[in-house]
């Protein structure tokens, strides 16, 4: 299994531009979160879905957007950068099921700079 | 809400040593979960140990432990007999147990706490 994975690892965006962060998953989770995390802070969550066809909003959903259309993928979308935009974002998976919750595995991350 | 408090932005400790990093948190919540997560310089998020909030018994994996104080709402980390790979971002993080009223599974982080080993 390779567990999360994403795509770029790295990007510097435009303010104005738009981007995907990709965010895939093999181990049939059916949760997935997106987080960011600014410098000197821990993850705050962007949204989250708790499966294909479901999502919503988390603390901090301004300015991106979502979709699930399949178990595996999660991008998340970027439109009209801005500044404030800057940070690392970290897709994440579980399983959750029977009232029984599992632990969160993360993927490796995207650092992003909007200028 | 909940919230989760690290009050030690950075700490350090000697090789071969034990050190505590402290977590607090607030929640009115009966069942959760609580997590310590090393984060090294190359941001991969680990998991280092878990807490079951119905379970008195403090959790532990080698040479990392916890005490969990449910009703100070406390969960400190205590690394013993440090190496120097131990060196990382440490976050304390809270889950809820309940999927309802928008709480799914979601974790809440602290800002973390930077220890540095010496060699």
């Known amino acids: 299994n390779a567990g999360v994975t994403q795509t770029p690892k790295f990007r510097i965006l435009k303010i104005g531009q738009s981007m995907t962060l990709q965010c895939t998953q093999d181990?049939?989770?059916?949760?997935m979160y997106w987080y960011r995390q600014d410098p000197g802070m821990g993850l705050k969550l962007i949204y989250y879905?708790?499966?294909?066809?479901?999502?919503d909003k988390g603390e901090v959903p301004n300015g991106y957007n979502v979709s699930r259309s399949t178990t595996e993928d999660f991008p998340l979308r970027l439109e009209l950068a801005a500044p404030s935009q800057t940070s690392v974002y970290f897709c994440?998976?579980?399983?959750?099921?029977?009232?029984?919750?599992?632990?969160?595995?993360f993927g490796p991350g995207t650092r992003l700079t909007v200028t | 809400a909940q919230t989760v408090t690290q009050s030690q932005p950075e700490m350090s400790v000697q090789e071969a040593e034990t050190v505590t990093l402290s977590c607090t948190y607030d929640?009115?919540?009966?069942?959760?979960?609580l997590f310590w997560y090393k984060q090294p310089p190359s941001r991969q998020m680990i998991l280092v140990i878990r807490?079951?909030?119905?379970?008195?018994q403090n959790a532990t994996e080698n040479r990392f432990s916890v005490n969990f104080q449910k009703a100070a709402k406390s969960f400190s980390l205590k690394i013993s007999d440090s190496q120097l790979g131990d060196a990382a971002m440490y976050f304390c993080?809270?889950?809820?147990?309940?999927?309802?009223?928008?709480?799914?599974?979601?974790?809440?982080f602290g800002k973390g706490t930077k220890l540095s080993v010496k060699p």
């Open positions: 994440a998976s579980s399983y959750w099921a029977g009232g029984s919750s599992y632990e969160q595995y």
């Open positions: 181990m049939n989770h059916n949760y």
């Open positions: 879905s708790v499966g294909a066809g479901i999502t």
């Open positions: 929640t009115s919540e009966s069942d959760y979960y």
């Open positions: 807490q079951e909030a119905y379970k008195q």
């Open positions: 993080a809270y889950r809820s147990a309940s999927n309802y009223g928008g709480s799914q599974g979601n974790l809440i």
